[in-house]
């Protein structure tokens, strides 16, 4: 991802979210800097993800009460 060396498939499963079947691959680099970088890219996002998802959430409740 970060420094372009071909990943490694850790892990294949399949889920269904919303009745359509996925199939979720995870992968790391075989650098264990770079996963490392990586792994702290992917926390920031999801917090990110967390934090808007949680103020529309709280928009959502603040309408609902008016």
Do not use: W
Not at 20 to 39: E, Y
Not at 41 to 64: P, V, W
Request: aromatic share 4%.
């Amino acid at each position: 991802m970060i420094c372009g060396k071909q990943r490694i498939v850790v892990k294949t499963y399949k889920k269904y979210v919303s009745g359509s079947l996925t199939i979720i691959t995870k992968t790391a680099c075989p650098d264990p800097l770079c996963q490392k970088k990586v792994n702290k890219k992917l926390f920031r996002e999801d917090a990110a993800r967390e934090r808007i998802k949680s103020e529309l959430e709280k928009r959502h409740q603040e309408r609902s009460k008016d």
